[in-house]
């Protein structure tokens, strides 16, 4: 066996346990940041308190506003309340 | 100037290409197409391969100044970050900001899987040298084994810049080979019931070790290998990006634009050091038969790896996952997962198998540092060489 053959097959053997030496401390070191900095769950989330689901056809509250502002103006102008169209309220 | 039609016929045909190829030219356009062939039919590393041929298609058009040697052409310049180790480091951040580190905390005893690899790049490496290459030289060919091309293009640019055209070339053929090389041997190495095992399931990393651990790793590796730091320190400053929560830019850049834009210059430059001077040698035959038998070894090494930390785990490790011990992320962690549910359906390894996988690419970022170590001029590519980028420059402003 020629000397550059031994000289590569002992290159490999201390390059193999250097990485293992390295990768050795890098586990003990991940191992010592996990113990040392625990996963901690994420507190729950607080549950919003559920309402009861409004039936469909029921109307809502913006509805009933329309409704009035509708049949208001329909008076104030003197027309009927077919003749124009309240289409949005916006609360202030 | 007197001009007659023959003349200027035959001036013309003399400034066109086809006056000047050589043969060596016509069949290493021929390898260029077959690079083409690979990418674009057969899906082989599209993404590296395509523009590696495209760049040897045009590096090998005789007057086009488009060759890695050709002074003040195009792929001359896209070359000097191949030789002044610019690329790869850079590929390595966009590589970290898409890395996910959290199965390798999870089970940090992975790691050894990821060493035990580089198995492959030692064995190479004594075939080099039995093959006749020096051991700089067998030091580049061996890396091939650790499956990571950015690392190969890194070692063969320091430690044998004249064969890293056909180093590259292998290198990122037998990454995309990885379904077909791996499987035969992981199945050859394993028993029905070892391939059966199922592991359990990975505990969670709280975010602030995600954070420490780049932080961590860049500190012990580069102070035992300082020469490994451009490689490894980008990775983990990439993976910083990632986990830190506070560069989201950074880190969306570098997993994305970053990596692409760098992975173009990086293969053109590969591609255009494809000359025929280069490439048609009998040293390129042996290196493609060398880098089968490190991609080989190292899927070996993980396996056996595998068995033994499943015997000394009482049958807790599926030996399977020591196949992605081999970087290659996250093809080889695929074929983990592949070859385990093609033994049974309900076994899914792909998240455990991503440990080794991602720690292959720390091995062999630790294998090429001691290769630096042990072969590299610690000073190199030193002052002079950025004096010689600085000239560069200088000369471009003067234009």
Redesign the interface.
């Known amino acids: 066996m020629n000397d550059?053959?031994l000289?590569?097959?002992t290159?490999?053997g201390?390059?193999?346990l250097?990485?293992?030496l390295?990768?050795?401390?890098?586990?003990f070191?991940?191992?010592l940041?996990?113990h040392l900095?625990?996963?901690?769950?994420p507190p729950p989330q607080p549950r919003k308190a559920q309402q009861p689901p409004a039936p469909q056809n029921a109307p809502s509250d913006v509805d009933t506003d329309i409704a009035v502002i509708t049949s208001v103006m329909a008076s104030h102008l003197s027309r009927t309340p077919g003749n124009h169209q309240v289409i949005n309220v916006q609360s202030r | 100037m007197e001009l007659t039609f023959s003349g200027a016929a035959l001036q013309i045909l003399q400034s066109t290409g086809f006056s000047a190829i050589n043969s060596g030219q016509v069949i290493m356009l021929g390898v260029a197409c077959v690079l083409l062939y690979l990418a674009i039919w057969k899906k082989f590393e599209p993404l590296l391969l395509l523009p590696i041929g495209f760049g040897c298609l045009m590096a090998n058009l005789p007057m086009s100044m488009m060759m890695s040697t050709d002074d003040g052409g195009l792929l001359n310049f896209f070359y000097q970050g191949v030789k002044y180790e610019i690329l790869p480091p850079l590929i390595f951040l966009g590589v970290g900001a898409l890395t996910d580190f959290g199965p390798l905390l999870a089970n940090p005893t992975t790691l050894l899987l990821g060493a035990a690899a580089q198995i492959g790049v030692y064995t190479t490496l004594v075939g080099a040298v039995y093959l006749g290459f020096d051991l700089q030289e067998a030091s580049a060919i061996g890396i091939i084994g650790g499956a990571d091309g950015p690392t190969s293009i890194f070692i063969a640019s320091k430690l044998a810049p004249h064969l890293l055209a056909p180093i590259a070339v292998a290198a990122y053929s037998y990454m995309s080979l990885v379904p077909l090389i791996q499987p035969p041997i992981m199945r050859w190495l394993t028993t029905g019931k070892e391939r059966k095992i199922k592991m359990a399931q990975l505990k969670p990393i709280s975010q602030t070790v995600k954070i420490v651990f780049p932080i961590v790793v860049t500190i012990i590796c580069c102070l035992m290998l300082p020469a490994v730091t451009p490689l490894l320190g980008m990775l983990m400053l990439g993976n910083l990006f990632r986990e830190s929560g506070v560069t989201a830019r950074l880190h969306e850049t570098s997993e994305t634009h970053l990596i692409n834009i760098v992975t173009i210059l990086l293969a053109l430059a590969v591609g255009s050091s494809m000359t025929a001077e280069s490439f048609l040698k009998l040293e390129t035959i042996k290196i493609i038969v060398l880098g089968l038998l490190a991609f080989c070894m190292a899927t070996a090494g993980g396996v056996l790896f595998g068995k033994l930390m499943s015997k000394l785990s009482g049958g807790k490790v599926n030996p399977l996952i020591g196949s992605a011990g081999v970087s290659a992320v996250p093809m080889a962690a695929r074929v983990s997962q592949k070859v385990g549910a093609e033994e049974d359906h309900t076994n899914f390894l792909l998240m455990h198998a991503m440990g080794p996988n991602v720690a292959g690419v720390i091995g062999s970022a630790v294998a090429a540092g001691v290769f630096l170590s042990l072969f590299g001029d610690p000073t190199a590519p030193g002052p002079e060489s950025h004096a010689a980028i600085e000239s560069v420059v200088q000369s471009m402003v003067q234009r």
Do not use: E, R
């Open positions: 550059a053959l000289t590569s097959i290159v490999s201390i390059a193999i250097v990485i293992f390295v990768l050795t401390i890098l586990i070191t991940i191992k940041l996990v900095l625990p996963y901690k769950a």
